[in-house]
């Protein structure tokens, strides 16, 4: 089983990831918790070529390449050999992530990270989490960590209210695999929810 969470910047998906992984190991189950862009160790060094600089270092084609080079590297050398050993995966952001953030943020090139995730990636998860929030919120909360990784950040509100729309869009066209939660209330309470539709997912 091949869980993910998606959601704009500081909308609680880190959090929720976590939570649903201890909630889960202590129920029994194998989970591996991992993350986009990084997750294994080369991976994790185009994270740093992506998230620290300038808004501008990249163009969105150039991201498209990057992020999923790292993304084939996490799935080689990651996800792949957990789900084949039976173990439950969790990512905090995958492919989504692309779909939005390169395929929306600076004109229309969805069809373009759709043919490279086909040709490279070539698959989804099982179950994905989208937290649905407040960009004012979000963004607020993902400058307060006050961290080096700020590019996407540095795009602004109106890159963050875009993705919020795109992310619910995304929702109603990958129906099977997507649901939207909502990410305004307790962490517990969002954590409460999220675990009892795992539960159903993995009964
Ligand atoms: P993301 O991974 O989506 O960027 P995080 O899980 O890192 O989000 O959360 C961003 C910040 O918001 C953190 O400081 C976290 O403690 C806080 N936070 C997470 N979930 C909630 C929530 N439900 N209510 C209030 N604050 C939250
Ligand atoms: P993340 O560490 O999850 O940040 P946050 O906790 O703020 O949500 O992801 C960092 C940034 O990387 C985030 O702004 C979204 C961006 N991103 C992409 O643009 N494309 C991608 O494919 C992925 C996985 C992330």
């Excluded at 995958?94 to 373009?112: H, N, W």
């Excluded at 963050?160 to 209330?185: H, K, W, Y």
Aim: glycine fraction near 10%; charged fraction near 30%.
């Amino acid at each position: 089983m091949f869980i993910t969470f998606e959601g704009i910047d500081g909308s609680g998906k880190s959090t929720q990831a976590r939570m649903l992984a201890d909630h889960l190991r202590s129920a029994g189950r194998d989970v591996v918790l991992t993350r986009e862009p990084g997750g294994s160790p080369g991976a994790e060094e185009i994270r740093r070529l992506v998230l620290e600089g300038d808004p501008d270092r990249w163009s969105a084609e150039t991201e498209i390449l990057l992020f999923t080079a790292a993304r084939r590297d996490h799935l080689e050398r990651v996800i792949e050999p957990a789900l084949k050993a039976g173990k439950v995966v969790i990512s905090d952001r995958f492919a989504d992530s692309t779909r939005m953030y390169q395929g929306l943020s600076r004109g229309d090139l969805r069809g373009t990270v759709d043919r490279l995730h086909q040709m490279m990636i070539g698959r989804e998860p099982d179950l994905t989490f989208i937290i649905d929030m407040d960009p004012e919120v979000g963004l607020a909360r993902a400058k307060g960590r006050n961290g080096t990784e700020e590019r996407f950040e540095d795009f602004g509100a109106d890159l963050q209210t875009r993705m919020r729309e795109g992310f619910l869009s995304l929702a109603a066209e990958f129906p099977f695999r997507c649901r939207v939660i909502d990410g305004n209330r307790p962490p517990e309470t969002v954590a409460g929810e999220v675990a009892a539709i795992a539960e159903r997912a993995l009964a």
